[in-house]
């Protein structure tokens, strides 16, 4: 199993910063992919970024130049920069995380991951 433990969401005004942070705790092959998903409310779930074991990484066309993924391979740990943030980035960030096998929404950032965080809130006023 894997347990997925989201930090770093707050209240910012737009323009502003934030870094969210994901620490899994588990077997290291069962987060091969890991990505990054929001959801706003009234809204669906949606993708925002993914790096999957070999480095490779898959951005949202909308968060495309602002938002930035890494993962600290030795920490087991996923990171988010968010930069020049606007109140349409309103949501609930999840951390998702997968296997090789299964973690295909890597590539396509569809919500199909099997581990999920419970989230974290970002808010950003104007």
């Known amino acids: 199993q894997v347990q997925l433990v989201e930090s770093g969401g707050g209240s910012v005004q737009a323009g502003g910063s934030l870094r969210l942070s994901c620490a899994a705790s588990?077997?290291?092959?069962?987060?091969?992919?890991m990505g990054w998903f929001r959801q706003a409310p009234g809204k669906e779930r949606e993708g925002v970024s993914a790096?999957?074991?070999?480095?490779?990484?898959k951005y949202a066309d909308s968060v495309k130049g602002r938002f930035t993924t890494s993962k600290d391979i030795a920490k087991n740990t996923l990171y988010l920069q968010m930069n020049s943030l606007k109140p349409k980035h309103t949501a609930m960030y999840y951390c998702?995380?997968?296997?090789?096998?299964?973690?295909?929404?890597?590539?396509?950032?569809?919500?199909?991951?099997?581990?999920w965080g419970q989230g974290t809130q970002v808010t950003v006023s104007a």
């Open positions: 790096i999957d074991g070999d480095g490779s990484t």
């Open positions: 588990g077997d290291a092959w069962r987060t091969y992919c």
């Open positions: 998702a995380a997968d296997s090789q096998f299964s973690g295909r929404w890597c590539r396509d950032l569809r919500p199909r991951a099997t581990y």
